[in-house]
């Protein structure tokens, strides 16, 4: 992440995927957290998937959690952190999205009917704006037509895409960090 997003004392650490169960892991997440943090877990209810927080005790205090959204979105698992600061607030949205399958009875479409409800709720926060995670999207594949469509609705919702790497040990970039233009 870029420190011109965040003041120099905010730390916080979003994992998708935490594989994280929703009783019984407190020292998995007691392990993730370094000396000085803590980790605030949203599992998934049943196995996989899963987002968590590892977030300095300092920003505890200032820091409320949700995962209650007035939409829809069974496409993707979704964490909206608000974190009051000196001079602003942050507002950091994490999510992940598993590929679609027969088994899961996700697709691309549902997805692509859920986000932009997201990206909207996104536009009514004040702040700055953070949306992070794993889209399981190819968006380094410029005739992708999921990264071509996903592009299009960042446009028209006016955010950029910050990550330029490989984030996938196949070479492809899925995780995102999504900010306001």
């Given at each position: 992440?870029?420190?011109?997003?965040?003041d120099?004392?905010?730390?916080?650490?979003?994992?998708t995927?935490?594989?994280?169960?929703?009783?019984?892991d407190?020292?998995?997440?007691?392990?993730?957290?370094?000396p000085g943090?803590?980790?605030l877990?949203?599992p998934?209810?049943s196995?996989?998937?899963?987002?968590?927080?590892?977030?300095?005790?300092?920003?505890?205090p200032?820091?409320?959690t949700?995962?209650?959204?007035?939409?829809?979105?069974?496409?993707?698992?979704?964490?909206h952190?608000?974190?009051?600061?000196?001079?602003?607030?942050?507002?950091l949205?994490?999510?992940?999205?598993?590929?679609?399958?027969?088994?899961?009875?996700?697709?691309?479409?549902?997805?692509?009917?859920?986000f932009?409800?997201l990206?909207?709720?996104c536009?009514?926060?004040?702040g700055s704006?953070?949306?992070?995670?794993?889209?399981?999207?190819?968006?380094?594949?410029?005739?992708?037509?999921?990264?071509?469509?996903?592009?299009a609705?960042?446009?028209?919702?006016?955010?950029?895409?910050?990550?330029?790497?490989?984030?996938?040990?196949?070479?492809?970039?899925?995780?995102?960090?999504?900010?306001r233009h």
């Amino acid at each position: 992440m870029n420190d011109f997003f965040l003041d120099n004392d905010v730390d916080i650490f979003c994992v998708t995927e935490s594989w994280l169960n929703p009783s019984g892991d407190e020292a998995k997440c007691a392990d993730l957290a370094p000396p000085g943090y803590k980790t605030l877990s949203f599992p998934r209810s049943s196995r996989g998937g899963g987002i968590a927080f590892v977030v300095r005790d300092s920003l505890c205090p200032r820091l409320t959690t949700t995962t209650d959204f007035p939409f829809r979105h069974s496409s993707f698992e979704l964490v909206h952190v608000s974190v009051a600061l000196r001079q602003r607030c942050l507002q950091l949205f994490c999510l992940y999205r598993p590929p679609p399958n027969k088994k899961n009875q996700l697709t691309d479409s549902l997805f692509f009917q859920e986000f932009p409800d997201l990206l909207e709720h996104c536009n009514t926060v004040k702040g700055s704006l953070l949306v992070v995670g794993d889209f399981n999207i190819h968006v380094d594949v410029p005739t992708n037509p999921l990264a071509v469509r996903l592009s299009a609705l960042l446009d028209d919702f006016g955010l950029d895409q910050a990550v330029t790497f490989p984030t996938h040990q196949r070479g492809h970039t899925l995780d995102l960090v999504l900010h306001r233009h």
